[in-house]
């Protein structure tokens, strides 16, 4: 071959080279002409992001509503919010990517059904605090909702929803609820089923404000108000005539103790502290209470007005007013049989200082005056306007217990020992005639309490009735007259 045709060839290495370099230079321009034609591409043409009514569902492809038309401009927009990750709302991303709001409704109603949501809140949450807020939520859940709260369990409903006092009124429930503002007035909403969905009250405005559900944040607070606001007798059904119970049904769990503690004898045997008599079969009455009236004259009593009338005899010596048969209660027999009976009425009683007092609230609960002081029970005349109520006296047995210097003494469970003494004091100082009344010494023949009894006392001659003359002067006598009989040694 010529040296010119050596010259006209081309190298074969720098041929290939050349090659490779066109090849990737046409390569990299196909490419490129790809990549730009993918960039520019109109998302709004992308049928699969539309709704049938023509909603966006993927991406927001209208830039008049802060979209993109682009997939250039989608790439953009992504760079740009991803520098500020951690403060970009949900909502925010719902504008642009229209499926999160979806998802967002979805979760809002699930989450609806066991917590309270405000509206949108879910859409301020940032992403960079999701992690934080969805492990708030546990705390928020509607504990009540999942437990079924009924109104047949009072404590399930302070849990619950913070009410107690819960009454029915024969159409609807109603409760009470107390906060920082006070005490208010609830109305309850219940399902179906009778479970409770809902507890509110009417604010200042008339509008209606919900009490706060059962929460895992809030059940601490509940449980200690289960122990301070509850009562016995809103969570332990009462049986009526329950004296024990009845007595503390106003406590509550952290106030049981010390009023057990305080609980009077007089409380949970008034039934048969203040019987008019034993009955034959056990089963004492209700005991009746009476309204103390000072500075009133009984009316002469014409016609038997029943169990739960006071009567008193007239003393002309001394002017003064005493208590008719057994404590003034008599039956109709023996109203019939008697003269000059007295009364004020119906459930009213002349106030006497040697009785115990009570005051009595809207229900008729009675509360005894000074509970839990040294003068429990005691009160002075009532003034003008002030109710004082009493069972009155004492039966004749009782008084031998409860009675210290001629005045009922409220003993409680703290001082029951004293009791127990007083009754041997009160038994030797007690006349015959109340012992025989009581049971402790009884007399067959009733006209031996009449006995006339004839000794010697300081060298001068008494004459006394056996039935008057209290048991320890009865059994000195005993011994003086048998002292004075026996042979001298």
Same mark, same amino acid.
């Given at each position: ?11 074969? #290495?720098?041929?290939?080279? #050349? ?7 046409? #390569? ?17 043409? /992308?049928?699969?992001?539309? +709704? ?7 991406? %927001? ?11 250039? &401009? ?6 740009? !919010? ?23 409704? @979805? ?5 609806? @059904? ?6 949108? $809140? ?36 302070? =849990? ?9 009124? *024969? ?26 969905? *809902?507890?509110?009250?009417?604010? $200042? ?29 809103? !969570? ?10 009845? +007595?503390? @049904? ?10 057990? %503690? ?14 008019? +008599? ?47 048969? %057994?404590? *003034? @209660? ?35 609960? /009675?509360? =005894? ?5 040294? &003068? ?18 004492? +039966? ?22 004293? !009791?127990?003494? %007083? ?8 006349? =015959? ?6 049971? /402790? ?11 006339? /009894?004839?000794?010697?006392?300081? *060298? ?7 039935? &008057? ?10 011994? =003086? ?9």
């Amino acid at each position: 071959m010529s040296e010119t045709s050596r010259r006209r060839g081309m190298n074969p #290495l720098l041929a290939f080279i #050349l090659g490779f370099v066109l090849a990737f230079v046409i #390569l990299v321009g196909a490419v490129a002409g790809g990549v730009f034609y993918l960039l520019n591409f109109k998302l709004d043409n /992308i049928k699969a992001n539309k +709704s049938e009514d023509g909603s966006y569902i993927f991406i %927001n492809a209208d830039p008049s509503s802060g979209g993109v038309a682009t997939v250039l &401009d989608l790439i953009s927009k992504i760079s740009e !919010m991803s520098k500020g990750y951690s403060s970009l709302t949900i909502g925010e991303l719902e504008n642009l990517i229209p499926i999160t709001g979806t998802l967002c409704d @979805k979760l809002e109603e699930e989450l609806s @059904k066991y917590m309270t949501l405000e509206e949108d $809140e879910l859409r301020a949450v940032t992403l960079g605090g999701l992690s934080e807020y969805v492990n708030g939520l546990a705390e928020r859940i509607n504990v009540a909702k999942l437990l079924g709260t009924s109104t047949d369990n009072a404590i399930l409903m302070y =849990m619950s929803y913070g009410i107690y006092g819960v009454y029915h009124d *024969g159409a609807d429930w109603y409760a009470k609820y107390r906060d920082v503002e006070g005490e208010h007035d609830c109305v309850l909403e219940l399902d179906e089923q009778g479970k409770i969905t *809902g507890v509110y009250y009417y604010s $200042e405005n008339e509008e209606k404000v919900y009490t706060p559900y059962l929460t895992l944040e809030n059940a601490k607070t509940r449980v200690q108000g289960v122990c301070e606001e509850l009562t016995i007798g809103e !969570m332990v059904p009462l049986t009526e005539g329950d004296r024990i119970l009845g +007595s503390i @049904k106003n406590s509550t769990v952290n106030t049981i103790s010390e009023d057990i %503690n305080n609980l009077c004898i007089q409380q949970i045997f008034a039934n048969e502290v203040y019987a008019s +008599s034993t009955p034959d079969d056990g089963n004492y009455p209700e005991a009746q209470v009476y309204l103390a009236v000072y500075g009133e004259e009984p009316a002469l009593a014409t016609v038997y007005g029943g169990e739960n009338v006071i009567y008193y005899e007239y003393d002309n010596e001394s002017g003064e007013y005493a208590l008719a048969g %057994n404590n *003034g @209660k008599l039956t109709a027999e023996e109203f019939e049989g008697a003269e000059n009976l007295y009364t004020l009425g119906e459930g009213r009683i002349l106030y006497d200082p040697s009785y115990l007092y009570y005051t009595m609230d809207e229900e008729g609960d /009675i509360q =005894m005056v000074g509970l839990g002081t040294t &003068d429990a029970g005691r009160a002075e005349q009532p003034q003008d306007g002030e109710e004082l109520y009493t069972y009155g006296s004492a +039966s004749p047995l009782w008084k031998l217990l409860l009675v210290v210097d001629e005045e009922e003494q409220a003993f409680t469970f703290n001082n029951v020992g004293s !009791m127990i003494t %007083n009754v041997s004091k009160n038994t030797q100082n007690t006349p =015959m005639r109340e012992l025989d009344a009581a049971g /402790i010494l009884t007399f067959d023949n009733k006209d031996e309490l009449e006995l006339q /009894i004839t000794y010697r006392k300081n *060298g001068e001659e008494v004459v006394e009735t056996l039935g &008057d003359m209290p048991l320890g002067e009865v059994i000195g006598v005993a011994v =003086m007259l048998f002292s004075s009989t026996m042979p001298q040694p």
